[in-house]
């Protein structure tokens, strides 16, 4: 799976990284950790055993402009897969919602979502 860099600002964008980012996994401690200073950053990884093997993450969600982050854990499995991203404009909220039923809520100033590829682990995938 190749992944490439992108930047969306415009809702009619988000379709393009919710493919690139549909069923990468990501753990829900560590995203919790991850809010500092308005932006939330959120390794992903392409298998769940990825994680508790340490191994680098195949690409990072960054955030910004985060006001507030809200995870609803019902499940408490530690690891997610991601299935859809939202964008609410009125509400301004960025949801992210798991096959595993998880839904990380985070309200924004403005849609201004990250995805950076880490080169070096595409590389080794490759």
Known sequence: M?????????????????????????????LKGSFSEGVVTIPLYGRPNALSRKQLPIATLVIKHVDSLVVEDTEHVGYYDIDQIRFDPVGKTLTIIGCIPVVVRLHVAKLNVELHANREENSIRA
């Open 2 to 30: 190749e992944i490439s860099d992108m930047m969306v600002s415009d809702l009619a964008q988000l379709g393009t990284l919710v493919d690139a980012v549909h069923d990468l996994w990501f753990d829900v401690d560590a």
